[in-house]
């Protein structure tokens, strides 16, 4: 479905997509620029009264659509893994009280165990944090990463292991993030965007680009229509899938980071409009 133009109601922007500034300004720009959704990197509230944030963000009308992020579970140390639980209890809370419904979990790895280990401790971990977030009424979504992640950030890979393992936990606090940056070349892409609508496990929709060449792995990426993922083509599958809540741009770029922020803003809204 075309957008009218200058209809920026689902734009939501990822905190770390303007990463030079802090909370409070992305705050105020972000509503400046007529943005009215934004999703908080976890970082940018250390150190912060939360409840001035959340006024903070009532005040300019911004919704908090996710708060970024939890997850890296695995490890072969018991006790680090105890403590990943208590960093991730802290996040469910912090979201609570920032007002955002979900916390997104880049489940994590650790290179010193099989695949197999780290998912094991993935269920196991978002499993035991059910309870917490049916306390916070904050839901968890499962993100699943680009292979070229599967090493130390997130042994969840793929769309289908994602939604398999959604289904597996059978929790209606447990859904899935699909962000196109990871999934875009899946040739199964669209048939398991639809199996996660059908399970109601479709929580967040991030976008971006894929650059050819991309020159880092984590922070190359692409605003929408720079690169070479068919972004129009992947939302029309999310929203035939039943999704029409916020479409998160979330981009890591050093080119974009080292540009004038405001300006980028503009880029986004105007790349949101004609190449999402
Ligand atoms: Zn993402």
Known sequence: MAQPLNDFSRLCVHSQTTKPWDIDQCISEYSKAGIQ?????RHLLE????????SKLEQY??????LVRGGFFPNTSKEKREQALIENIDA????????????????GAD???SLKKNREQITSAIKTLIPIAEQTGVRMAIEPLHPMYAGDKSAVTTLEEANTLAEIINSSWVGVAVDVYHVWWDQYLEQ???????????????VCDWLVPTNHMLTDRGLMGE???ELKKIR?????????GAIEVEVFSERHWNSNQKQYLEKIKKAYLSAT
């Open 37 to 41: 959704k934004i999703s908080i990197w």
């Open 61 to 66: 009308n911004l919704e908090v659509i996710s």
């Open 227 to 229: 690169g070479c993922i």
């Open 92 to 107: 469910l809370y912090e979201a609570q009280a920032i007002g955002a419904p979900l916390l997104v979990l880049v489940c």
């Open 47 to 54: 150190n912060k009264d939360l409840n001035i944030v959340k």
């Open 236 to 244: 029309s599958w999310v929203e035939e899938a039943g999704f029409y």
């Open 192 to 206: 398991q965007i639809k199996r996660c609508g059908k399970n109601n496990h479709l929580f967040a929709f991030h």
């Open 111 to 113: 290179p010193k165990q």
